[in-house]
């Protein structure tokens, strides 16, 4: 059993867990990720660190609910507890002095960009920070990012802060400005990181993604995440989840994704329903 | 047990095992076997001619005292059988299940000779679950505590049979797992039809009475390398007992379509995961109702996975090997159960590559049709396209059953740990040494994908090797 220390809602949604893993703390790098099982009837699904404390013997990992397991466990509130949480799992980032890196976030992929970002500017980098949100309530990590940023942008879809557009918009701008670009990374939804790896292409710019398919084990045993990197296949668990953005088959992930679409969707139709029954059922016991 | 004579004894017919219907199990992921009555445990106990040189005992991999232990039945002392076989088994009522017995200690049995073996393998089972039953199980003495720490990695058959051993001798031993759940192959490989994960869990319930620490969640190579476990957390000796587990993929086209599995996927999360009671319980798996289940080799994981689709409810099961089925690597037995229940065998035939729709789905398979041709290394005759025999067949799902690799995570971070070609780890053949000093290793990681029972052996040698490194402290 691992214990949350804090939990809170950075955004509508998407929640921030410091839990008790002083082990994992201790040992995590930048890009690696820990599987949580919330408890006995729970599945297995990656997420990645977002940052350690090795004093607290904390994790922190930062969690978007979109389908029944994360919107379940953005009902947990300090003081419970998850029932597994097994890491550090994933290669660490490839971290070095490449001189200007840019960090790209897309939504809750800023939270996995995070780490990264620092650890690039650790390493001496002028790091450039784009973050994404649809809008300005759901931006998240803005000082964070702000703090080990020498630029850092904010885009939202809207318009509602920040610049108005897409990330790729935003770095498309910066590389016409002719500001001399030797790395990206870039973690979102996929069709951001596809686009960003569309834009960084021509340019020769090397691009890393972080890639997301579904996975049981986290150790390399069922193969589930299996991703399509030069046509071949490679297991995001134990190869990744960071490769070369140029070299990935992003619409074989995608499709891959999708597998259990209709049963994701059955699943949280049935919690939110059982959330509702359950909400009534409270309601009905306060006025008696 | 000396009222009948070896002549009489030979007279005797095999008293072959209560099965469920076929039909009905098709449907069901209860027990196939159902195991012996105490009259058909008792009676099969007098076809043991009792030899005064048992050559069963040699043909197990590790060493039961099987004479012994049928006496003690024939007798009707079901926990004095069971108390012998502990001695040099911890885990009977798995190994009665799981081993393939017709090739070790029935296939060395004398009474083979005559006609069928004695059923050593039903009576193993029997007294395991006579005793489970009973409720009267025998926990096995533990010698006063040795202060020494021995760290095994890995809780399937090698990682717990050393864990039994090291602890009895008392040494001081934490088994360290990686998923969730303790037993390895046995609960995320093995189907609940062949082995009910209620039986995994009070075997090993039977070693945490002993003293044997478990630890789920522990990734080593991640949380701890193996130097950390020796310089921070004081173990002074280490096991691997980490399997083969990589699934290996057939390299052809179309093997990441929506629809395809490894072997490994698919049994994980049927039996880890317990998929087939979604949405009870979260992780899903296709729903195969009214689908075509192609399933490509020929092993027991094969056999494991085409009965599982069967009861995931498949209008079609499909085996798809590239040999004939005297080549098939699968036990005998489980390829009888997997007929019987209505698994169709498409045998000498080759996939080419995988076919899918615009959105990425399987769709069908493109084969060929095989001949044999000479043996090969393995010394089973190889198979050998035949031109223009290719057709296709119309398939929802596949799976495939092929093998495993090694599992990288340890070779990641021990890098100095020497390593075949095949990524196995070498080690000394009689002490299970690895080339890292204080480290042993056995089971899958050193064979590559085997038995339950040899990985057992393994983890036994390895654990007389390991008290006799700790007490000399000779390497």
Redesign the interface.
């Known amino acids: 059993m691992f214990k949350i220390v804090d939990a809170r809602f950075l955004a509508e949604n998407i929640k921030k867990f410091e839990i008790e893993a002083p082990r994992i703390a201790k040992k995590r790098k930048a890009g690696q990720f820990v599987i949580i099982r919330i408890d006995e009837y729970g599945e297995r699904i990656p997420l990645t660190i977002a940052d350690s404390n090795e004093e607290k013997g904390t994790i922190t990992i930062i969690v978007q609910g979109v389908g029944k397991t994360t919107k379940e466990l953005n009902m947990k509130e300090t003081g419970e507890y998850i029932l597994d949480v097994v890491g550090p799992l994933g290669q660490p980032s490839h971290i070095e002095k490449f001189g200007t890196a840019v960090s790209i976030g897309g939504g809750v992929g800023t939270a996995i960009a995070y780490p990264t970002a620092v650890a690039l500017k650790e390493a001496g980098n002028y790091v450039i920070t784009i973050n994404g949100a649809r809008s300005k309530d759901l931006v998240i990590l803005e000082k964070e990012m702000q703090s080990v940023s020498d630029e850092a942008y904010i885009t939202t879809d809207d318009g509602s802060y920040g610049f108005h557009g897409f990330v790729t918009q935003k770095l498309q701008q910066l590389i016409d400005e002719g500001k001399k670009i030797d790395f990206v990374l870039a973690i979102g939804p996929i069709p951001m990181m596809k686009a960003v790896a569309d834009v960084t292409k021509p340019h020769g710019i090397k691009t890393v993604v972080s890639l997301n398919p579904i996975m049981i084990d986290g150790t390399g045993m069922c193969g589930g995440c299996r991703v399509l990197i030069n046509g071949k296949p490679k297991f995001a668990c134990v190869d990744g989840p960071e490769f070369d953005a140029h070299t990935v088959d992003f619409k074989n992930l995608a499709d891959r994704n999708k597998t259990y679409r209709e049963y994701e969707q059955k699943a949280l139709k049935r919690f939110e329903e059982h959330c509702r029954l359950e909400k009534q059922i409270n309601q009905i016991k306060n006025e008696q | 047990m000396n009222k009948l004579t070896p002549k009489e004894r030979l007279k005797i017919q095999r008293h072959p095992m209560i099965e469920q219907d076929p039909k009905e199990r098709s449907h069901n992921f209860n027990e196939v076997n159902m195991g012996y009555t105490v009259e058909l445990a008792m009676a099969e106990a007098q076809r043991c001619l009792q030899c005064p040189k048992p050559t069963c005992v040699a043909g197990c991999p590790v060493n039961i005292q099987i004479k012994d232990f049928i006496a003690y039945i024939a007798e009707g002392d079901f926990l004095g059988a069971v108390k012998k076989i502990k001695e040099d088994n911890a885990l009977p009522a798995i190994c009665g299940r799981v081993c393939p017995q017709e090739e070790q200690c029935e296939e060395a049995c004398v009474v083979a000779k005559r006609g069928e073996p004695v059923a050593i393998g039903h009576l193993e089972r029997f007294v395991a679950d006579y005793e489970r039953n009973s409720g009267k199980i025998d926990i096995p003495e533990v010698k006063k505590s040795n202060g020494k720490k021995v760290a095994i990695v890995g809780s399937g058959p090698a990682g717990l049979s050393c864990a039994k051993d090291l602890r009895g001798k008392g040494y001081d031993v934490t088994v360290f797992e ?3 759940e303790l037993g390895g192959v046995l609960v ?1 490989g093995i189907p609940e039809f062949r082995l009910p994960k209620e039986i995994v869990r009070t075997e090993i319930d039977g070693l945490k009475k002993m003293g044997v620490k478990f630890q ?4 080593i190579g ?3 390398t193996i130097d950390e476990l020796f310089e921070e957390e004081g173990f002074d000796a280490v096991f691997l007992g980490v399997g083969a ?3 290996w ?1 057939l390299g052809i086209e179309g ?5 395809v ?2 072997a ?2 698919f049994l ?2 049927v039996n ?2 317990k998929a087939y009671k ?7 798996i ?1 729903d195969l109702h009214g689908k075509n289940v192609a399933v490509f080799g020929g092993g027991n994981t094969a056999m494991d996975a085409v009965r599982t689709a069967l009861r995931l409810g498949a209008k079609n099961a499909y085996i798809i090997y590239r040999r004939s089925e005297k080549e098939m690597p699968a036990r005998v037995e489980e390829v009888k159960h997997a007929k019987e229940e209505g698994v169709q065998f498409v045998l000498l035939t080759n996939p080419v590559r995988l076919i899918g729709d615009d ?2 789905w399987l769709k069908g398979v493109e084969l060929i049709k095989m001949e044999l041709g000479e043996p090969d290394a393995s010394g089973r005759r190889r198979p050998i396209p035949i031109e223009g025999s290719n057709y296709t067949m119309d398939i929802d799902v596949a799976i495939i059953a092929i093998g495993n690799g090694p ?3 340890i070779l ?1 971070t021990t890098p100095e740990l020497e390593v075949s070609k095949r990524s196995t780890i070498v080690v000394d053949p009689e002490t299970m040494k690895t080339s890292k000093k204080g480290v042993f290793a056995g089971g899958d990681i050193v064979t590559g994908g085997a038995t339950v029972i040899l990985a057992m052996g393994a983890g036994r040698k390895a654990a007389a090797a390991i008290d006799d490194y700790i007490q000399t402290g000779q390497w």
């Open positions: 990686a998923l969730h995320y789920t969640d522990t990734i991640r949380l701890y587990g990589l699934p993929f093997e990441n379509l929506d629809g599995y490894s490994n996927e994980t999360r880890l995961m979604f949405p009870e319980y979260d992780s899903p296709l959105e990425g599992n990288p995570l990641q």
